[in-house]
């Protein structure tokens, strides 16, 4: 579970510093704000949802920085070693920093609503709590303890594979990840990619445009579609495509932790 960091680093320095935002608002009162009607909408229709401007370009920038300190860390993964493709990643280690453990806790409870929603429709019997205290405290208990936000980095040619974040029995189908560089000037091509797999029909293809500090909130695994005969279930796969030029980071808060 989140703690207090011991000890001091530049990760604590970014925990104060972008505890709010420069306009004086916190990060929950941001992610409050966000057109929620909107987002739960284009959920249900495309899978994937946009929240521009949640980090600004200094919370962006401080965030990128912290790719450097491994004691922050628990594991990096070098994406062309597993054949995942090409770039690589940092998951974070327990206590987070406090703008990712907040922005965990603040999205959670406004996207419950469509998860339970989602299960019910797919005849899922799984609920999931109020809170994602309780949440990560079901993943816990089944030993799904490891801290799965992290922190992602690539260089030009770098991709990501199409892909599923499931790390346990324990599955929070939506999750969300925001652009911390420039497009068109920290880097070129690396566009957000989600792939749509539907019964017996050819798969659809969604890429996210993105500005710096925008959020792509989308689903993890699988979702509902109503059809002419019922509803149904689609397959999602998401992905990176390949970086022209630059240099590309993005954080990736993912609401359930792993084995």
Not at 165 to 194: R, W
Not at 235 to 256: C, D, E, K, P
């Amino acid at each position: 579970m989140q703690g207090t960091r011991r000890g001091a680093s530049a990760a604590d320095d970014v925990a104060v510093d972008v505890a709010a935002h420069a306009s004086g608002r916190p990060i929950g009162a941001r992610v409050a704000s966000l057109d929620w009607p909107r987002i739960e909408d284009e959920l249900d229709n495309f899978g994937c949802a946009t929240a521009a401007g949640l980090l600004d370009p200094q919370e962006c920038d401080r965030l990128a920085q912290l790719y450097t300190q491994d004691d922050i860390f628990r594991s990096r993964v070098v994406m062309e070693r597993h054949g995942f493709g090409r770039g690589e990643y940092k998951y974070f280690a327990y206590p987070l920093p406090d703008i990712i453990g907040t922005l965990r806790g603040a999205l959670y409870p406004h996207l419950v609503s469509v998860a339970n929603r989602w299960n019910k429709a797919l005849r899922i019997d799984v609920r999931y709590p109020s809170s994602h205290r309780e949440f990560i405290k079901r993943c816990h208990d089944a030993r799904q303890t490891r801290p799965t936000p992290l922190l992602l980095q690539y260089e030009a040619g770098d991709y990501n594979c199409l892909h599923q974040d499931l790390y346990g029995e324990h599955v929070f189908p939506i999750q969300v990840a925001i652009l911390l560089s420039e497009p068109g000037k920290d880097f070129t091509g690396g566009e957000f990619v989600m792939t749509e797999q539907r019964p017996r029909m050819q798969s659809r293809a969604e890429v996210v445009p993105l500005n710096k500090g925008d959020a792509v909130i989308f689903t993890v695994n699988s979702r509902p579609v109503q059809g002419t005969r019922g509803i149904y279930r689609v397959n999602l796969r998401h992905g990176v495509s390949r970086l022209r030029a630059g240099h590309r980071h993005t954080v990736g808060v993912i609401f359930h932790d792993a084995l």
